[in-house]
C-alpha cells in the first residue's frame, strides 16, 4: 500500500510571515485646517477687540474726576469691560482647540497649555468686573457729595488697582501658555522654527515684564508689543497657511 502525504508548499508560509512583516499602509496625519483658520481668526479679532476695549475704558478712567464723569458714560464703559470678555472667551477657545493639535505630540503639554488658557480668561473676567464696579460706585459717588467724596474716589482707585493686578496676572499666565505653545511649535516643526523662536522670546518677555509691573514698575505694555506683534502675524499665517502638513514627533525631535 501507497500512503501518500498531503505537503504544504513550502513558500506558502514563508510568503505569510513576509506580508504580515510588511508596515501596514497608515492614514495620513491630519492636518487640522479648519483648527488652524479658527485659531487665527481669533487671534486677529482677539486683538482687534481688546485693543478697542482698552482704548475705550482708558478714555473713561483716564481723566482725574472719572467718577464724576461716569455718570452719563457708564453704557460705554459697560461696553468696553464686556468687549474685554470677548477676548476672554477666545482664550478658553484657543485651549479647548490646539487640545488635539498638540495632544498628538505631548498630552502634558496639550493639557498643561489648555489650563493655562482658562486661568487667563478667569483673570481677565475679573478684571472686566472690577471695571464694572466702577460704575456703581459714580452713582453713589454722586449721590454723597462733597463730604464723602474723597472715601468713593480712593475706593475708585482700590478697584483700578485691582483691575491691573488681575490684568498682569493674566499677563503671567498668558507668558506661561505662549512659552508651551511655542515650545511645541519648534520642537514638533508645526510651524517654521523662526515663527517658534519668535514666540519664545516674546512670551518670554511678556512673562518677565508682567512680573515688573506687579513689583510696581510701569513699562506701559511695552513688553506686549513683541508676543502682540507675533499673534498678529500668526494669526494671518494660519488662515493662508495652516500648520505643516507633515509635523514632527515631539519626543524625538532633535
Same mark, same amino acid.
Given at each position: 500500500?501507497?500512503?501518500?502525504?498531503?505537503?504544504?508548499?513550502?513558500? *506558502?508560509?514563508?510568503?505569510?510571515?513576509? *506580508?504580515?512583516?510588511?508596515?501596514?499602509?497608515?492614514?495620513?496625519?491630519?492636518?487640522?485646517?479648519?483648527?488652524?483658520?479658527? =485659531?487665527?481668526?481669533?487671534?486677529?479679532?482677539?486683538?482687534?477687540?481688546?485693543?478697542?476695549?482698552?482704548?475705550?475704558? *482708558?478714555?473713561?478712567?483716564?481723566?482725574?474726576?472719572?467718577?464724576?464723569?461716569?455718570?452719563?458714560?457708564?453704557?460705554?464703559?459697560?461696553?468696553? %469691560?464686556?468687549?474685554?470678555?470677548?477676548?476672554?472667551?477666545?482664550? %478658553?477657545? #484657543?485651549?479647548?482647540?490646539?487640545?488635539?493639535?498638540?495632544?498628538? #505630540?505631548? /498630552?502634558?503639554?496639550?493639557?498643561?497649555?489648555?489650563?493655562?488658557?482658562?486661568?487667563?480668561?478667569?483673570?481677565? @473676567?475679573?478684571?472686566?468686573?472690577?471695571?464694572?464696579? /466702577?460704575?456703581?460706585?459714580?452713582?453713589?459717588?454722586?449721590? %454723597?457729595?462733597? @463730604?464723602?467724596?474723597?472715601?468713593? /474716589?480712593?475706593?475708585?482707585? =482700590?478697584?483700578? *488697582?485691582? /483691575?491691573?493686578?488681575?490684568?498682569?496676572?493674566?499677563?503671567?499666565?498668558?507668558?506661561?501658555?505662549?512659552?508651551?505653545?511655542?515650545?511645541?511649535?519648534?520642537?514638533?516643526?508645526?510651524?517654521?522654527?523662526?515663527?517658534?523662536?519668535?514666540?519664545?522670546?516674546?512670551?518670554? =518677555?511678556?512673562?518677565?515684564?508682567?512680573?515688573?509691573?506687579?513689583?510696581?514698575?510701569?513699562?506701559?505694555?511695552?513688553?506686549?508689543?513683541?508676543?502682540?506683534?507675533?499673534? =498678529?502675524?500668526?494669526?494671518?499665517?494660519?488662515?493662508?497657511?495652516?500648520?505643516?502638513?507633515?509635523?514632527?514627533?515631539?519626543?524625538?525631535?532633535?
Amino acid at each position: 500500500m501507497t500512503t501518500t502525504t498531503l505537503e504544504r508548499p513550502r513558500n *506558502q508560509t514563508s510568503v505569510g510571515t513576509q *506580508q504580515d512583516r510588511l508596515p501596514r499602509a497608515s492614514a495620513a496625519a491630519p492636518t487640522y485646517r479648519k483648527t488652524a483658520t479658527t =485659531v487665527g481668526v481669533i487671534y486677529l479679532m482677539g486683538m482687534v477687540v481688546g485693543i478697542g476695549g482698552n482704548i475705550l475704558i *482708558q478714555s473713561l478712567l483716564g481723566a482725574p474726576d472719572y467718577l464724576a464723569a461716569l455718570g452719563s458714560n457708564s453704557i460705554l464703559l459697560a461696553i468696553g %469691560a464686556m468687549l474685554w470678555l470677548l477676548p476672554a472667551a477666545g482664550d %478658553a477657545a #484657543h485651549g479647548m482647540l490646539m487640545f488635539p493639535v498638540l495632544n498628538r #505630540h505631548s /498630552q502634558r503639554i496639550a493639557v498643561s497649555y489648555a489650563g493655562a488658557r482658562v486661568i487667563d480668561a478667569v483673570f481677565v @473676567a475679573i478684571m472686566a468686573l472690577f471695571i464694572l464696579f /466702577q460704575i456703581p460706585l459714580a452713582s453713589e459717588y454722586m449721590k %454723597a457729595g462733597a @463730604a464723602n467724596a474723597a472715601f468713593f /474716589q480712593g475706593l475708585g482707585s =482700590v478697584f483700578t *488697582q485691582a /483691575q491691573l493686578y488681575a490684568y498682569h496676572f493674566g499677563m503671567l499666565t498668558v507668558g506661561c501658555a505662549g512659552l508651551m505653545l511655542n515650545y511645541a511649535f519648534y520642537r514638533a516643526r508645526l510651524l517654521p522654527r523662526v515663527l517658534g523662536m519668535w514666540g519664545l522670546v516674546g512670551y518670554a =518677555v511678556i512673562l518677565c515684564g508682567s512680573v515688573l509691573e506687579i513689583m510696581g514698575f510701569n513699562l506701559n505694555l511695552l513688553h506686549t508689543l513683541p508676543a502682540g506683534l507675533w499673534e =498678529v502675524f500668526i494669526g494671518v499665517w494660519l488662515i493662508v497657511k495652516g500648520f505643516n502638513a507633515s509635523p514632527a514627533s515631539l519626543e524625538r525631535t532633535p
